[in-house]
C-alpha cells in the first residue's frame, strides 16, 4: 500500500508570500491531518479535512486554510508568510474512526527568509 | 484542554541497557495514547497505540507502553536499546469522543534519544 506524500520536501519563501503544501493520504484513508513543528518542538495540529470538509481546527488563524479533494487528497495554504511560520508541515491521514492512528508523511520543510 | 508532558528532554543510554521514557497526560475522558518516533529530516512514525483493554501494550522494534490511568502515564520501554534506537520520540494524546477530535493529537515536547556504543 502506498503511504502519504507529501510534496516539496523542502521549500523557501520570503515573508509576506503565499506558499501551498500538498498531501496525498495513504490508500483507504478519507482523513487528513495538518501539523506544525517548529524546530525543538512537537508537532501541533492545524486542523483536520473530512469528506472535503474542516473539521476541527487548532489555535491557528486564517490565513493557514486548506483543501480536500475528492480523492481525499489535500493542500495547505498560508497567505502573508511570517517567520515565525518557518517549520517542519506534517500530513498525517487516517480512516476517520476513533481506533484508527495516524500516518505521517515525510513533511515539508519551509523557510521563510 | 488535552495536554502531554515529556519531562526528559534528552536521554543518554548504552547500548544494550534497558530504556524508559516518560509521558504524563491530562485528558478529560478516556484517552486514546501514542508512542511516535521520528529521525531526523523525517516524518512520525507509530510505535505503539492503546485504545482500551489491556494496559500493557507492544508495539513495533521491541518496545511496549504501560497505562497506568491513576497516575496518568504512558511510559514506553524497551529492555535493551540498539543504536538503531537513536532518535526523537512523542508521546500524544487523543480524543475518544469521536468527531473532530479522530485527527487531532496532542504531542509533548518529545524526547531525544542517544544511544552510546
Known amino acids: 500500500e502506498t503511504g502519504v506524500t507529501q510534496s516539496p520536501t523542502h521549500l523557501i519563501k520570503t515573508r509576506g508570500q503565499q506558499v501551498t503544501l500538498r498531501c496525498s493520504s495513504q490508500?483507504?484513508?478519507?482523513?487528513v491531518s495538518w501539523y506544525q513543528q517548529a524546530l525543538g518542538q512537537g508537532p501541533q495540529f492545524i486542523f483536520q479535512y473530512y469528506r472535503e470538509e474542516e473539521n476541527g481546527r487548532g489555535n491557528f488563524p486564517p490565513r493557514f486554510s486548506g483543501l480536500q479533494f475528492p480523492n481525499y487528497s489535500s493542500e495547505l495554504n498560508v497567505n502573508a508568510l511570517e517567520l515565525d511560520d518557518s517549520a517542519l508541515y506534517l500530513c498525517?491521514?487516517?480512516?476517520?474512526?476513533?481506533?484508527?492512528?495516524?500516518?505521517f508523511g515525510n513533511g515539508t520543510r519551509l523557510t521563510v527568509t | 484542554a488535552q495536554s502531554v508532558t515529556q519531562p526528559d528532554i534528552h536521554i543518554t543510554v548504552s547500548e544494550g541497557a534497558s530504556l524508559e521514557l516518560r509521558c504524563n497526560y491530562s485528558?478529560?475522558?478516556?484517552?486514546?495514547l501514542f508512542w511516535y518516533v521520528q529521525s531526523p529530516g523525517q516524518g512520525l512514525q507509530l510505535l505503539l497505540k492503546?485504545?482500551?483493554?489491556?494496559?500493557l501494550v507492544q508495539g513495533i522494534k521491541g518496545f511496549e507502553a504501560e497505562f497506568k490511568r491513576s497516575q496518568s502515564s504512558f511510559n514506553l520501554r524497551k529492555p535493551s536499546v540498539h543504536w538503531s534506537d537513536a532518535a526523537e520520540y512523542f508521546c500524544?494524546?487523543?480524543?475518544?469522543?469521536?468527531?473532530?477530535?479522530?485527527?487531532?493529537?496532542?504531542f509533548g515536547q518529545g524526547t531525544i534519544l542517544t544511544v552510546h556504543p
Open positions: 485528558y478529560g475522558a478516556t484517552p486514546y
Open positions: 500524544a494524546v487523543g480524543g475518544s469522543s469521536g468527531g473532530t477530535s479522530y485527527g487531532k493529537l496532542t
Open positions: 498525517a491521514s487516517s480512516a476517520g474512526q476513533g481506533n484508527s492512528p495516524l500516518h
Open positions: 492503546y485504545f482500551s483493554g489491556d494496559t
Open positions: 490508500s483507504g484513508h478519507n482523513t
